[in-house]
C-alpha cells in the first residue's frame, strides 16, 4: 500500500469508528477546551459526558475536542453563542469583556484563597454570575478550578513589584487584565493561548502568568525559566452550554445537563490537586527557578485603581462586599 492509500485507509477507519461511537448516542454534544488530552478539565467533562450518557440513558453524548481543535478560546465562545459548538469549558477570563459579572471572580486579590473561592462559587454568588450568562446566549452549567495564577518570564527571578517594571507580559484577552499588568507598572499584550510559546520563545513578550498545571502542559516552563508566586489571580473556570442547544432540550434533558456538570466538579476537583502536584514537581525538575514567599501587601495595594475602574454598579459592589464578607 503506497503512502497516500494508507492514509486514506486510515481515515476511513478512524472515521468508522466515529461513527459507531456517535450512533450509540441519539446525540452527541460537541465541546471544546484548549487544554490537551488528559488535562484535568478535558478529564472532567469526558466524565461529565459518560454521567449524562447514563442518566440519559444513552440520549445525550458529548465528545470533547481538546488541544483546541475547535480554536482559541475568544472565538469559540462565539461559535457557542451561535449554537456552532454546544458546550465550552473555559476560563472567566475571556468572558469579561462581554458579562460584566465574570469580572468579579477574576478580580486580582479578590480570593483570600482557593477554599475561599470554592466557598463563594459554590453558593448563591456563583448560581448568580451561572445565570449572568443567559442575556448573553449561554447557559452557565459549572464551575471548576483553575488554581492561582502567578507571573512567569524568560529574563529574571521577579523579586518584588519594582522587577516588573516594563516587562511584557501576556494576558488573556480582557480588558481587567490588561489593566491589571498596567497598574503593577509592566506591559500587558493580550493574546490567545495558542501564541503565547512561540511569542515567549522569540522574544516578542518577556512571559505570560497563569496556574501549574498550565505552565507545565504548554511548555511555557521551557521558554520561561523564571516563575514568581505572586497568586495574583484565583480565576474560577466555567462550563457553558449554548442557549441554542439548551433551549432544543426537553427540561427533563435539561435537567440532567446540569445534574452531569455539577456532578463532574468533585472530580474535577480531585483531578486537579492531583495535576497541580504533578506540574509543579515537573516544573522544579527542570530547573526553573520558583521565587516564593514574596511580599504581596504592595501588589494588592497596586490594585486599587483596577477596583475603582471595574468595580462601578451598585450590583458590582454589592458582589465584591458579599465575596468579601463569605468566610
Ligand atoms: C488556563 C485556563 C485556560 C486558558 C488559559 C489562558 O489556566 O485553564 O482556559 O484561559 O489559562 O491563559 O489562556
Redesign the pocket.
Known amino acids: 500500500m503506497n503512502k497516500l492509500t494508507l492514509t486514506a485507509a486510515l481515515l476511513a477507519s478512524t472515521m468508522i469508528a466515529g461513527l459507531a461511537s456517535a450512533s450509540d448516542c441519539e446525540t452527541t454534544l460537541r465541546s471544546s ?3 490537551p488530552e488528559g ?1 484535568p ?1 478535558v478529564v472532567a467533562v469526558e466524565a461529565m459526558g459518560e454521567i449524562l450518557k447514563e442518566s440519559t440513558d444513552s440520549k445525550l453524548c458529548v465528545e470533547v475536542f481538546h488541544s483546541a481543535q475547535l480554536g ?2 475568544k472565538d469559540t465562545i462565539e461559535q457557542t453563542q451561535f449554537g456552532v459548538i454546544d458546550l465550552n ?3 472567566l ?2 468572558f469579561n469583556n462581554i458579562i460584566e459579572e465574570t469580572q468579579i471572580p477574576s478580580l486580582p486579590y479578590i480570593f483570600r484563597s482557593v477554599e475561599h473561592m470554592h466557598h463563594v462559587m459554590d453558593g448563591p454568588i456563583g448560581e448568580e454570575i451561572l445565570a449572568a450568562f443567559a442575556e448573553h446566549d449561554l447557559i452557565g452549567l459549572a464551575f471548576y478550578d ?2 492561582s ?1 502567578s507571573f512567569y518570564n524568560r529574563e529574571k527571578p521577579i523579586n518584588s513589584m519594582e522587577d516588573l517594571a516594563g516587562m511584557k507580559f ?4 480582557s480588558d481587567l487584565f490588561v489593566d491589571m499588568v498596567d497598574a503593577l507598572g509592566a506591559n500587558a499584550t493580550p493574546m ?2 495558542g501564541e ?1 510559546y512561540s511569542s515567549i520563545q522569540t522574544g516578542v513578550i518577556d512571559g ?4 501549574w ?2 505552565f507545565e502542559s ?1 511548555g511555557h516552563f521551557e521558554v520561561a525559566g523564571y516563575y514568581t508566586l505572586d497568586q495574583h489571580l484565583i ?1 474560577p ?1 466555567v462550563l457553558v452550554m449554548s442557549k441554542k442547544t439548551w433551549d432544543g432540550l426537553s427540561a427533563e434533558d435539561q435537567a440532567a445537563v446540569k445534574a452531569a456538570a455539577k456532578a463532574s466538579v468533585p472530580v474535577m476537583r480531585d483531578l486537579w490537586a492531583e495535576r497541580e502536584k504533578a506540574s509543579e514537581a515537573k516544573v522544579r525538575a527542570a530547573g526553573v527557578e520558583i521565587v516564593e514567599n514574596i511580599d504581596k501587601t504592595p501588589f494588592i495595594e497596586a490594585m486599587v485603581p483596577v477596583y475603582e475602574k471595574y468595580v462601578t454598579s451598585d450590583k458590582l459592589k454589592d458582589l465584591v462586599t458579599r465575596i468579601q464578607a463569605t468566610e
Open positions: 477546551d484548549t487544554h488535562y478539565t482559541q478560546e469549558r473555559v476560563s477570563g475571556p483553575g488554581g495564577r501576556r494576558v488573556m484577552q490567545p493561548y503565547v505570560a502568568e497563569n496556574n498545571p498550565s504548554s480565576v473556570e
